[in-house]
């Protein structure tokens, strides 16, 4: 455990935690694919662009989850120590889930503030690939980044719950609203390990809250 | 100001119109509630009479015609209620 604790970036709260968050990332997988699967069916339904890059968006979100999950349950289980021949792959799946978590995130905002325009999409894009490439504190960069937009995704939903003024609409905005504040927890986590926890608990609630939402629209 | 509808909103409004009358409506009736041209109705008519979502009934002895929603325009009427319900969850 104490090797665990110094090296993979993904690692970083309380040992005591260590397996649970993996159920959380598993539950955070089967959630936004249910998403990624509304989405594809009302794309199917009406062959309408959006849709497609929704359920894409939740699609990147999902396999980052899984990557994480996939990752960590290896090393938690002890099917080995992050390292195979001197290549440190826990930091590379760590990397992987950094790069699908912001693409999926970046397809997202888009999305969500309607930019069509493929010069803007590729220019966020390239800016995102350069982040990857030139990063290094992966953890803390990637979670500044995402609270970045997460924050513009959560007030786009929340301009849209005042326009909509339905109960969907506001579960959208808590689930992001949520996925924000997990995102400060987790960059305080640096220096306080156990808000790792909190953070993990905010993010179960935002994707609860879409999983409500996701039930109400199919009842 | 009301948003452009698109034209699943379009198809949509002609069915609930449709649903909302008993399931059988005037062509008139039709025209006034979609709120379209006579060219754009005949359009869309055309095309859900192709895909079997509605039928057109004439009483010959009244000298009338009637739109009819059949049971895959209902699924179909369920089924954008929902697509619409996402959309609207996401302000998309």
């Known amino acids: ?219 | 100001m009301s948003e452009r509808r698109d034209r699943l909103d379009i198809i949509g409004d002609i069915l609930k119109a449709i649903q909302d009358k008993g399931g059988k409506i005037k062509p008139t009736h039709l025209l006034y509630k979609s709120n379209l041209s006579h060219e754009g109705m005949k359009r869309y008519i055309d095309e859900l009479k192709t895909k079997l979502m509605i039928i057109e009934e004439e009483d010959l002895k009244k000298k009338s015609r009637h739109f009819m929603i059949t049971e895959r325009g209902l699924n179909f009427l369920q089924d954008y209620k929902k697509i619409r319900e996402f959309t609207d969850s996401f302000g998309l």
């Open chain 1, 1 to 219: 455990m104490v090797i665990l604790e110094n090296w993979a970036a993904s690692l970083i709260g309380p040992s005591w935690f260590y397996g649970i968050d993996t159920i959380f990332q598993i539950m955070f997988v089967i959630i936004t694919l249910l998403i990624y699967s509304l989405s594809v069916k009302a794309f199917k339904f009406s062959l309408d662009k959006k849709f497609k890059n929704l359920g894409l968006s939740f699609f990147f979100i999902s396999l980052a989850f899984l990557i994480l999950a996939l990752s960590n349950l290896a090393l938690y289980s002890g099917f080995y120590d992050g390292t195979v021949r001197g290549i440190n792959f826990a930091n590379l799946f760590y990397l992987a889930h950094v790069f699908f978590m912001l693409i999926g995130y970046s397809v997202l905002l888009l999305v969500s503030l309607k930019i069509k325009s493929k010069r803007v999409a590729l220019l966020m894009f390239s800016f995102m690939l350069l982040f990857i490439a030139f990063a290094f504190q992966y953890y803390l960069k990637f979670h500044l980044v995402s609270l970045m937009m997460l924050v513009f995704i959560a007030y786009n939903f929340w301009e849209n719950y005042l326009r909509k003024h339905s109960i969907n609409s506001g579960l959208v905005f808590v689930t992001f609203y949520f996925l924000t504040i997990a995102e400060l927890f987790f960059l305080c986590s640096v220096w306080m390990p156990t808000l790792y926890v909190m953070a993990q608990l905010m993010q179960m609630v935002g994707f609860l809250s879409i999983l409500v939402m996701y039930k109400k629209v199919l009842k």
